[in-house]
Every structure is written in C-alpha cells, then in structure tokens.
C-alpha cells in the first residue's frame, strides 16, 4: 500500500499569511496526486488534481507543486473562508486510493 | 448541475447490516464511476471501493472484501453502497463520490455526496 504523509497535522496563521502543507508519499507516485479542502460537517471538495492543476472555480491563491515523493499545498494569501482540513490523496495505487491524515488550519 | 444525494443517518447493532443508497442526478449516469469513501471520527478519509455504473463491474479495498457489496440501479440513477457484520469501528461518515477522469490517466472524486452517518452501537 502506498501511505502518504502530512506535515503539519495541524497549523495556525493568521489573514494575509502564505501557508505551505506538505504531503510525502512512500513511493514514487509521478504526479498523481490530489487536495482536498474538508469544512465542518461537509463533504471534501477537489482543489488541485495532477499535482498542480486547479480545479474550474478554485481560488488562484492556492496552488500545488511536487513530483515523485514530495508534494506541497500553498496558499499564498490565507482568508478566514480558508479554514478547513485539508487532504491529499494518491491516483496512481487503482488498486487502493488513499489518503493523508489531514491537516488542520485555523485562522488565527 | 451535478448532484449526489444520500440516504439519512443509520443506527445499527453490531452483527448487523447496512445499506446507504446515493442518487446521481444533473449529468449522464452511466458514464461515471462511482466510489465510496468513509470517514471515521477524528480519522483520514478511506477509500472502500466502485462501481462501473455501465456495467456493473466492482472493485473493493481488500479491507472490506466479503463485507461490502456496492451495486447500482440504471433506472433510478442509485447506487447502493451494503456494508455487513458491523462493528463499533464501522461508525463513520460513509460518502459517495463520482469520479473523473481526465483522459490522460490523471484521476479524481469531483463530486461528492452529503454523507450518511452510520452509528454502530449495541
């Protein structure tokens, strides 16, 4: 199975700030690799898919880069809207899709 | 515009069954497979498996094969999502979620269901 990693489980910025989540998978896994943002009681919604495309609608202040084991998630300029749990998930395993544990971000 | 809707909160016993329907409506149903994904309190999301709404081909994580049997109903644009011999640990968030694919290999779950809360408690 391939795992994939967050860091940090859990952050706090503040308005204006640029965040940066990262995600590590066990293996190469090229650029198939996915980001969610999860708000309270809602279901995932798609932000990023191929590594570093954005999906139709998101904001422009996010954006996703990495390759092989090494991803990462930024935000350039945090609005409170962004609050939420964040996700990334591997394409590449078909045989079992996963994801990262999550990480949390809170507007300070 | 894309709509996923499922079926309401369950409470079940352990040693039980459940089975969460999810109606697919605002685009062409058989030509989109469908997957399920549940989420535990306080845990990462888990993929459980899909369907290939055209045909009726599945597949399941072995982490649930022999417990969990997804299927579909064309005419109601439905599927189903049985999960059986729950436990405590099968009290999660159980969504649907339709999948894309790009053409080029590069796939994702674009659109997602509300939820449905399955609570496993004696």
């Known amino acids: 199975d391939i795992q994939m990693t967050q860091s940090p489980s859990s952050l706090s910025a503040s308005v204006g700030d640029r965040v940066t989540i990262t995600c590590r998978a066990s293996q190469n896994i090229f650029t198939y690799l996915n980001w969610y943002q999860q708000k309270p009681g809602k279901a995932p919604k798609i932000l990023v898919y191929a590594a570093s495309s954005l999906q139709n609608g998101v904001p422009s202040r996010f954006s996703g880069s990495g390759s092989g084991t090494d991803f990462t998630l930024t935000i350039s300029s945090l609005q409170p809207e962004d609050s939420a749990t964040y996700y990334c998930q591997q394409s590449y395993s078909t045989l079992l899709y996963t994801f990262g544990q999550g990480t949390k971000l809170e507007i300070k | 515009q894309v709509q996923l809707v499922q079926s309401g909160a369950e409470v079940k016993k352990p040693g039980a069954s459940v089975k969460v329907s999810c109606k697919a409506s605002g685009y062409t149903f058989s030509s989109y497979y469908m997957h399920w994904v549940r989420q535990a309190p306080g845990q990462r999301l888990e993929w459980m498996g899909w369907?290939?709404?055209?045909?009726?081909?599945?597949q399941y994580s072995e982490k649930f094969q022999g417990r969990v049997t997804i299927t579909r109903e064309t005419s109601a644009t439905t599927v189903y999502m049985e999960l059986s011999s729950l436990t405590s640990e099968d009290t999660a968030i159980y969504y649907c979620?339709?999948?894309?694919?790009?053409?080029?290999?590069?796939?994702?779950?674009?659109?997602w269901g509300q939820g449905a809360l399955v609570t496993v408690s004696s």
């Open positions: 979620a339709r999948y894309w694919n790009d053409g080029y290999g590069y796939t994702w779950f674009d659109s």
């Open positions: 369907i290939n709404t055209a045909n009726g081909d599945t």
